[in-house]
């Protein structure tokens, strides 16, 4: 059943002119979840959506699986003392009723992990989970946007500014483990 409604709203989504693309669960709606290229080198690429939680009760968003990389996890990048650091969450993203937790540069991202030696291509789709404590799983496409790009709506009309900052592979090496 969620196969064929995936396979329907990607149907429905390769008509629009538009990149953006949505996917939903159970009260809740997942808005356009993308990355940006990144040559072969890289360890690690950035993604971005946002979640909406349509429903009365809380709901938490626990884990991320993307079975082209070697690993996918929930990141969030806190800025103390002008130094952005990457921090993971091991307990979640809670995602309150009737709100929207944007995943952006300097805030939550998906952390993927392990290229492999593969380059992320513009154009490129990838499969992922979303992992929900309610809703359970949300099947998403993750698209690759081209750098500053930003969505019709200008949600990420700001994110080239960002560049070097979220979007670099390298800020990783200062992430703060939290076991
Ligand atoms: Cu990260």
């Known amino acids: 059943m969620r196969r064929t409604l995936l396979s329907f709203l990607l ?13 939903s669960g159970k009260d809740l709606e997942i808005g ?5 290229p990144m040559p072969s080198v890289a360890p690690t690429a950035i993604a971005y959506l946002t979640v909406t939680n349509t429903g009365t009760e809380p709901d938490r968003l626990v884990a991320v699986e993307a079975t082209n990389f070697e690993g996918a996890s929930l990141h969030r990048t806190e800025i103390a003392d002008g ?6 969450q091991p307990d979640g993203i809670v995602i309150p009723p009737g709100e929207t937790i944007a995943f952006e540069p300097n805030g939550y991202h998906v952390m ?4 492999g030696g ?13 992992v929900f404590q309610r809703a359970g799983n949300v099947e998403i496409v993750i698209n690759v946007d081209p750098r500053g790009a930003g969505i019709s709506g200008g ?15 390298n800020d990783h090496d200062e992430m703060d483990e939290e076991d």
């Open 155 to 169: 949600d990420h009309s700001d994110q080239s500014d960002m560049e070097g900052m979220g979007d670099d592979p």
């Open 112 to 115: 993927l992990e392990g290229l």
């Open 83 to 88: 130094i952005a650091r990457m921090r993971s």
């Open 32 to 36: 356009h979840p993308y990355t940006h």
């Open 118 to 130: 593969d380059p992320i291509e513009l154009d490129e789709t990838f499969p992922a989970v979303l």
């Open 11 to 23: 149907t429905a989504t390769a008509a629009l002119p538009l990149s953006a693309h949505e996917f």
